[in-house]
C-alpha cells in the first residue's frame, strides 16, 4: 500500500524511447555521506546503436552487471554495449572536487585581461574617406537591345474573374491577381533600366587603429581555489542502498509492448543459466518464425515500393546479358543448308565436291584390290585340288593374277559413267 509512483528509487535501468532518441538508461541514487541528501548518478550514453532492438519487434533482454570493484557492465541479448565504472563514469561524479572556486572572490578593478589592444599613436590618414560607399552604379554598362521600358514586370491576368460571392462592401474592390508579363518573356527585361552596382574601388569604410599587443595583459583572472567544505570520498559506490521491490514506469502510447521475467541474483552464472532457459528460448522461437530472405525482401518492398525498381534491374539486367551474349554469335550456314537450294554456293561447296570425288576414286581402287586378292585365293584352291599342274601353268597364272588390269579396263572403270554412286 506504500509503494506509488512516488516511491523513491535505487536504480532505474531499461529501455527509454522518446521520438527518434533511443536510450538505455542505467540511474542510481547515492546517498550523500554528510548532508544525507540523495543524488542521481547517470550512466555515459553507450557508443552502440540501439535503433533495431526498438524496431525489429522482437524479444530482447536486458542485462546489468554491478561487481563489488565498482565497474558495471549493460547487455543487450547478452552482448555488452556499454561499461564503466561508478567512480569515473557516471554524471555528476559520485564524488566532489577536493577544492572548488571561493564564491567570494572578485576580480581587481585593474585586472586588464585584453590580449590585444588597439594602437594609441595610430592616426588616421589624410586621405582616407569615411563617407564613400560600398556599392556604386557601373558607369560602362549599357542598356540591352530590347528592354521594354513602357512594360511592367507584372500585369493582370486577363483571365481572372471576379468570384461570384465577392462582397465589394466587405472585401473592399476586387483586383485581379497580378502575372507576370507575357512580353517580357522574350525580352531581356522590363520597366525602368537601372545600372547594375558594382563595388566601389575607393571604399575603405569606417577608420580603426591596428591592433597590436597589450604590454598590460595579466591573462583571464579566475577566482581563487579553496577547500571544498562538502566534500567526501565514498570509495564503495557499489554499496547501494537497499530495495525491495521492482516497478515498471511506463508512458507508451505504442501497443503490443510486454515486460516479463525478472531476476536479481548475486550470481552472474545464475543470471546467464536462467537466461539461457528463458529467453533463448523465445529467441530461438523468433528466429523459427522469422520469414526467409525472399519474405524479408517482399516485406520490405512493401513498405518502400521504389525497391520494385531495384529488385526487377537486378533481375532482367543479368536475364538480358546472358541472353544478348548467347545470341549475338555469328551464325554459320551448314552444307545441309546449302543443299536445299540450288542457287550458286560460295567456293567452299568446290572444295567439298573434290573432297567427294577423290573419296569415291579410293574407295573404286580398294574395291579393285579386293577382287584381285579373291581371285588369287580361288586360284590357289583349285592348284591345291588339281596337284598335277605344271610349274610353268602355275607361274603363268601367278603372273596373270598379279598382272593389273588392262588399259582398257582402267579406262572402263575410272570413267564417270560407270562409277557407282557414292553412299553418303
Request: aromatic share 8%; charged share 35%; glycine share 4%.
Amino acid at each position: 500500500d506504500q509503494f506509488h509512483d512516488k516511491t523513491p528509487y535505487t536504480i532505474m535501468f531499461g529501455p527509454d524511447k522518446c521520438g527518434e532518441d533511443y536510450k538505455l538508461h542505467f540511474i542510481f541514487r547515492h546517498k550523500n555521506p554528510k548532508t544525507g541528501k540523495y543524488e542521481e548518478k547517470h550512466a555515459k550514453r553507450p557508443d552502440a546503436d540501439l535503433k533495431t532492438y526498438f524496431t525489429d519487434k522482437k524479444t530482447h533482454l536486458y542485462t546489468l552487471v554491478l561487481n563489488p570493484d565498482n565497474s558495471f557492465e549493460i547487455l543487450v541479448d547478452q552482448t555488452v554495449v556499454n561499461s564503466g565504472n561508478l567512480l569515473n563514469d557516471m554524471s555528476p561524479p559520485v564524488n566532489p572536487p577536493r577544492e572548488i572556486e571561493d564564491p567570494n572572490d572578485q576580480k581587481p578593478e585593474d585586472w586588464d585581461e585584453r590580449p590585444k589592444i588597439p594602437d594609441p599613436d595610430a592616426v588616421k590618414p589624410d586621405d582616407w574617406d569615411e563617407d564613400a560607399p560600398a556599392k556604386i552604379a557601373d558607369e560602362n554598362a549599357v542598356k540591352p537591345e530590347g528592354w521594354l521600358d513602357d512594360e511592367p514586370e507584372y500585369v493582370a491576368d486577363p483571365d481572372a474573374e471576379k468570384p461570384e460571392d465577392w462582397d465589394e462592401d466587405m472585401d473592399g474592390e476586387w483586383e485581379a491577381p497580378q502575372i507576370a508579363n507575357p512580353k517580357c518573356e522574350t525580352a531581356p527585361g522590363c520597366g525602368t533600366w537601372q545600372r547594375p552596382m558594382i563595388d566601389n574601388p575607393n571604399y575603405k569604410g569606417k577608420w580603426k587603429p591596428p591592433m597590436i599587443d597589450n604590454v598590460n595583459y595579466q591573462g583571464i583572472w579566475k577566482p581563487r581555489k579553496i577547500p571544498n567544505p562538502d566534500f567526501f570520498e565514498d570509495l564503495e559506490p557499489f554499496k547501494m542502498t537497499p530495495f525491495s521491490a521492482v516497478g515498471l514506469e511506463l508512458w507508451s502510447m505504442t501497443s503490443d509492448i510486454f515486460f516479463d521475467n525478472f531476476i536479481i541474483c548475486t550470481e552472474r552464472a545464475v543470471a546467464d543459466d536462467w537466461a539461457s532457459d528463458g529467453w533463448g528460448l523465445k529467441k530461438a522461437a523468433d528466429g523459427a518464425a522469422e520469414p526467409g530472405v525472399v519474405g524479408q525482401m517482399m516485406a520490405a518492398a512493401e513498405e518502400r515500393p521504389w525497391l520494385w525498381v531495384v529488385y526487377i534491374l537486378t533481375v532482367a539486367l543479368p536475364v538480358f546479358l546472358v541472353v544478348l551474349f548467347c545470341c549475338s554469335g555469328k551464325k554459320q550456314p551448314s552444307a545441309a543448308e546449302y543443299k536445299k537450294t540450288d542457287a550458286p554456293q560460295p567456293d567452299v561447296m568446290d572444295d567439298e565436291k573434290e573432297e567427294e570425288k577423290d573419296k569415291g576414286e579410293k574407295e573404286e581402287d580398294e574395291e579393285e584390290e579386293d577382287a584381285n586378292e579373291e581371285k588369287l585365293e580361288e586360284k590357289q584352291k583349285s592348284d591345291a585340288d588339281l596337284g598335277s599342274a605344271s610349274q610353268e601353268e602355275e607361274e603363268e597364272e601367278e603372273e596373270e593374277d598379279r598382272k593389273p588390269a588392262s588399259e582398257e579396263e582402267e579406262t572402263v572403270n575410272r570413267s564417270p559413267r560407270n562409277r557407282k554412286p557414292r553412299k553418303d
